[in-house]
């Protein structure tokens, strides 16, 4: 009968070991990454320099994180006005960072940028690894961030980025402190 217990008591444990270690490994994959949470850090080559670059580059800054390819053609639509936004608030502590999750070499997401006119820091990552990260649904994706790393603003699809509500947006982040 003991025998029988022991081997009733180390099973359970076993299986409430297995389910802890489960939860663990599984629970931060099943959160959302959303307008709230803390933005996920990311690795990518930042195209201008050919250095690693990530979103801890950015720390203390408001950033536009767009995440997009150069076969997307909502993507080529949306890139002007990230440019103008850009340019309108180049003096301030804000950033575009667009990365491209093209699997092709570099050289075809500068020559992409290159043909738009493309100032902002552009990103590239052909592991895709930041649409996991990101939990995107496809690409243009976009998240507003705060100097403080949280998502204030999700937008998939492409949008008018230098709009208004776009840019007094942005303002009102750089503002707080």
């Given at each position: 009968?003991?025998?029988?217990?022991w081997?009733?008591?180390?099973?359970?444990?076993?299986?409430?070991?297995?389910?802890?270690?489960?939860?663990?490994?599984?629970?931060?994959?099943?959160?959302?990454?959303?307008?709230?949470?803390?933005?996920?850090?990311?690795?990518?080559?930042?195209?201008?320099?050919?250095?690693?670059?990530g979103?801890?580059?950015?720390?203390?800054?408001?950033?536009?994180?767009?995440?997009?390819?150069?076969?997307?053609?909502?993507?080529?639509?949306?890139?002007?006005?990230?440019?103008?936004?850009?340019?309108?608030?180049r003096?301030?502590?804000?950033?575009?960072?667009?990365?491209?999750?093209?699997?092709?070499?570099?050289?075809?997401?500068?020559?992409?940028?290159?043909?738009?006119?493309?100032?902002?820091?552009l990103?590239?990552?052909?592991?895709?690894?930041?649409?996991?990260?990101?939990?995107?649904?496809?690409?243009?994706?976009?998240?507003?961030?705060?100097?403080?790393?949280?998502?204030?603003?999700?937008?998939?699809?492409?949008?008018?980025?230098?709009?208004?509500?776009?840019?007094?947006?942005?303002?009102?982040?750089?503002?707080?402190?």
């Open positions: 009968m003991a025998r029988r217990q081997t009733l008591v180390t099973g359970l444990v076993l299986a409430a070991l297995f389910v802890t270690a489960l939860v663990i490994r599984v629970l931060p994959e099943m959160r959302l990454v959303g307008v709230g949470s803390n933005a996920p850090s990311f690795d990518a080559v930042n195209l201008r320099t050919g250095h690693p670059s979103l801890a580059d950015y720390r203390g800054r408001v950033i536009l994180l767009n995440i997009w390819a150069t076969w997307c053609q909502p993507c080529r639509v949306e890139m002007p006005a990230l440019e103008r936004l850009s340019r309108i608030l003096d301030t502590d804000f950033r575009v960072v667009a990365v491209s999750v093209d699997v092709s070499d570099s050289a075809t997401v500068s020559a992409f940028a290159r043909d738009l006119g493309v100032t902002f820091d990103l590239h990552d052909p592991t895709r690894r930041i649409e996991q990260r990101y939990q995107t649904t496809g690409v243009p994706e976009t998240f507003v961030i705060d100097r403080h790393g949280v998502i204030v603003k999700k937008v998939i699809g492409a949008v008018s980025w230098d709009s208004p509500v776009n840019e007094n947006l942005v303002r009102r982040l750089l503002n707080e402190p």
